[in-house]
């Protein structure tokens, strides 16, 4: 895969699940969420957005189905009950009975702990006294759950014909990682691929990472990517012959522009939608190979140059979001930028991002709205939502 606008083919998304019902006012701001969602309706939302990518003949698969088939084999069910068992937050003995019952579910059980958590309350029965189960109140998590595992992009991402295991950096999201390195070392239709990156590398998420053209990839720099995760990414690209230049992308450090795809996100082989506020303010480090396994860095210079220079194209056409200041602001901040590609010029995106929605149909580019009142209170837009793993190669330019 080595473009974002490609026709997509197969698709890795997570229908919300009881994870999402483990949120509350207490520790909602913890979690990352916004606000409490409506979760039968975010599941509504979110099979509706399902049947958007069906329709257009995309494979849907969902990382619960494809988490427990993995957990199937043995060698992953072990790294599924390590992953979830902190020994230093319940101690030894309570760490080794959770353990030890964990060993002894089926695959969709311990599937179920590891998205949606575990409290003290919900605990096997253990003999003996635990002064930390004695200090947790009973609705305290032993195992975390994990509600942001809807945001699929963040988690991993492929370059080509490798998948990158992202290293998240915030406290509620790295166990994520854990379980999509076991789906892609052990599920029967990942088993063989290769790895970009790895999880234990300097912080990277896929959010950041975004495939301009073949041989070209952006990656964000901010709140959740570092320059040692973005550099560390391009000489693995560049080793594994994925890309000959890499735009790194210094973003604000702010919740509204966590990822480069809340700022901008193509939505055909030449344009890309985009905050207005980041059109003349973005600025890119080009990163190439010297061909002795180093790298040589230029720069910074304004982003949408270093792009189209990088793409080989006279320019990259831009569509703003929204009309105004204030309502390229309000659009943003909904996800007004972060569309999901079906193909060059065919993309979803939220349909409560109206003005945007037009100015894209005004542009050529064929809108699939959906509904993402719910969806949206993790703050993730379509983009986030999904974790292309095929795409057929984009139309060459004429």
């Known amino acids: 895969m080595d473009s974002e606008v490609g026709p997509l083919r197969a698709v890795l998304l997570h229908r919300p699940g009881n994870e999402l019902k483990r949120l509350t006012p207490r520790n909602n701001d913890k979690l990352l969420f916004d606000s409490i969602p409506w979760v039968s309706r975010a599941q509504q939302e979110h099979d509706a957005f399902a049947e958007v990518l069906r329709g257009r003949g995309v494979e849907v698969l969902l990382l619960a189905d494809v988490l427990r088939t993995a957990l199937e084999d043995q060698r992953a069910h072990a790294a599924g009950v390590h992953a979830a068992v902190d020994d230093r937050r319940l101690g030894s003995d309570l760490a080794d009975s959770l353990r030890s019952h964990l060993t002894s579910v089926d695959a969709p059980a311990l599937a179920e702990v590891l998205m949606a958590g575990m409290t003290f309350e919900e605990l096997p029965s253990a003999e003996g006294a635990s002064l930390v189960r004695m200090m947790h109140h009973p609705r305290d998590f032993a195992v975390d759950p994990l509600p942001n595992l809807l945001f699929t992009r963040d988690s991993s ?222 703050r993730g837009g379509p983009r986030c939502m999904s974790c292309p793993v095929r795409r057929d190669p984009p139309p060459k330019r004429h």
């Open 157 to 378: 991402a492929w370059i080509g014909d490798r998948v990158a295991i992202s290293s998240l950096t915030m406290p509620a999201r790295r166990r994520e990682t854990a379980l999509l390195d076991l789906i892609y070392a052990y599920h029967p239709r990942f088993r063989h691929a290769a790895r970009a990156y790895g999880a234990h590398s300097a912080p990277i998420e896929g959010g950041d990472v975004m495939l301009l053209a073949p041989g070209v990839v952006a990656i964000g720099v901010g709140e959740r990517t570092t320059p040692a995760g973005a550099e560390s990414l391009a000489r693995s690209v560049f080793a594994d012959g994925l890309a000959h230049t890499v735009l790194a992308v210094p973003i604000e450090q702010s919740r509204a522009t966590m990822h480069l795809d809340t700022v901008c996100t193509m939505v055909d082989v030449d344009a890309v939608v985009m905050y207005p506020l980041a059109r003349d303010s973005l600025t890119a480090f080009t990163i190439k190979p010297t061909g002795d396994g180093g790298v040589k860095v230029a720069g910074p210079t304004p982003f949408l140059e270093a792009a189209a220079e990088a793409m080989e194209i006279d320019r990259l056409r831009v569509i703003d979001t929204g009309l105004d200041p204030v309502t390229a602001e309000r659009e943003q901040w909904d996800d007004g930028n972060n569309t999901l590609a079906l193909a060059p010029g065919v993309v979803v995106g939220y349909e409560r991002n109206a003005e945007t929605n037009e100015r894209l149909t005004a542009a050529g580019i064929e809108v699939l709205p959906i509904t993402g009142s719910e969806l949206g209170s993790g």
